[in-house]
């Protein structure tokens, strides 16, 4: 018999082992030098100058102070904004604070008010409308912070709602408050702030269904410890879901209940959307510290129409109609090609935007299927680019990237 068959040196069975696998909690990770996945607050600072992508609060600290400052209305509990300056940071005033948000009004007032009662906000749209990008800035203007967040996968496991444990703690103490490791939705509850839940409907129902308790009674009851947190006032949820999602994982009636629903529109018009896509791209060249290109309206013009041509099925001017292909070209996806081809021309052009490099992209976020996509996308080459007379650069451009 070797040493690990004789059950004499084997370690003792600890009571109350707990079998539900969860992956190593951030704890865990620090006690073996292993990076944390979560920065303090401080580090977070420090980093803030070198990080690819700040978070809302931190990019946008100076608006929301001078807003903080000069906001006389009432605020609901725990909340750092009035639900009027939280709409103006979204908005935008015309003036020192940007828009982030460029929609209806009347939709940023139903979000933010939703989030005042006692109803949690369910943003649904089709992808590329925003819904992460507002509920980033929601949770920011009015809790402060927008990191408590949960991604939804179909792996998500109940852990990322509820709580899970830091098993070298528990094994060597027993359950306890220490040896507990907080989703973030426990977090939020017990800060009082906003936590976010993104694609909510890509999640197992199981999981979606521990935010029942959460939302009805307000309170996540935690029966190892025979205790629970209870929500600070302050503690809402902002979820995300994805209008093509609809059938994945159907939300339970049980939890839409408990959700407000807004839509997300696409933009309404050519013009609206151009501005939306100009305005991201020049902020995400500042913030990648593009050379600067001249702004190349005309291609960003260009690259919407044919996003919107293909997305509707017909031609600006209602003459013609085309076939749509498989993808989604989103604003999102728009504002992408732009940027890559801000970048060509930044690193290997002359600096300035031209149609040969934003053609490239194009063609790539619209032939999504090698087969039927390529079929689609020559015949609005031939039928509607070709006789564009003013499109002759671009058209060339298309031919010699597809
Ligand atoms: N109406 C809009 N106003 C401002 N930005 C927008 C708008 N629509 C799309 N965007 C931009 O599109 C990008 C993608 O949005 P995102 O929030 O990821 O979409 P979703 O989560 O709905 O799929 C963001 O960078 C956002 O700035
Ligand atoms: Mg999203």
Same mark, same amino acid.
């Given at each position: ?66 807003? $903080? ?41 139903? $979000?933010?008010?939703?989030? $005042? ?10 992808? @590329? ?7 980033? /800035? ?221 053609? $490239?992209?194009?063609? @790539? ?12 996308? /020559? ?24």
């Amino acid at each position: 018999m070797t040493p690990l068959e004789d059950p004499a040196l084997l370690p003792e069975p600890r009571p109350g082992f707990p079998s539900v696998p969860v992956s190593p909690p951030a704890e865990a990770r620090r006690e073996r030098g292993m990076p944390s996945k979560w920065p303090t607050t401080r580090e977070r600072a420090e980093a803030e100058m070198t990080v690819l992508r700040p978070h809302a609060e931190d990019q946008y600290a100076d608006e929301l102070e001078m807003l $903080a400052k000069s906001d006389d209305r009432p605020r609901p509990p725990g909340w750092k904004l009035s639900p009027w300056a939280v709409t103006t940071y979204l908005l935008g005033d015309g003036d020192q604070i940007t828009p982030k948000y460029i929609g209806p009004r009347r939709i940023v007032e139903v $979000a933010v008010a939703t989030l $005042a009662t006692d109803r949690a906000l369910l943003l649904l749209g089709v992808p @590329g409308t925003a819904k992460t990008w507002l509920s980033e /800035h929601l949770a920011a203007a009015i809790s402060g912070d927008s990191t408590l967040l949960v991604q939804g996968t179909a792996g998500t496991a109940e852990e990322a709602i509820r709580y899970g444990w830091n098993y070298a703690r528990l094994l060597a103490e027993g359950p306890s408050r220490d040896a507990l490791t907080p989703s973030p939705v426990m977090r939020a509850m017990a800060e009082g702030r906003l936590a976010r839940v993104e694609e909510l409907t890509r999640m197992p129902s199981d999981v979606q269904d521990a935010l029942i308790t959460v939302l009805s009674e307000k309170t996540l009851p935690i029966p190892e410890l025979n205790e629970e947190v209870q929500a600070a006032r302050g503690f809402n949820v902002i979820a995300t879901a994805n209008d093509r999602d609809r059938g994945v994982n159907e939300l339970s009636s049980a939890l839409r209940r408990r959700f407000n629903t807004v839509v997300l529109p696409v933009p309404a018009s050519a013009e609206e959307e151009i501005d939306i896509v100009a305005r991201r791209v020049a902020q995400l060249g500042r913030s990648l510290e593009l050379p600067v290109a001249a702004t190349g309206l005309d291609e960003i013009r260009r690259v919407v129409t044919i996003f919107r041509e293909l997305r509707s099925g017909t031609t600006a001017d209602g003459r013609t109609t085309v076939k749509s292909p498989s993808g989604t070209l989103s604003t999102a996806e728009a504002i992408s090609v732009v940027t890559n081809g801000i970048a060509l021309a930044a690193h290997f052009g002359d600096g300035v935007l031209r149609a040969g490099d934003v053609a $490239a992209g194009i063609v @790539g976020a619209v032939i999504q299927d090698p087969v039927s996509d390529r079929v689609v996308w /020559h015949e609005y080459l031939e039928t509607v680019v070709r006789e564009r007379l003013d499109w002759r650069d671009f058209y060339r451009a298309c031919r010699d990237v597809s």
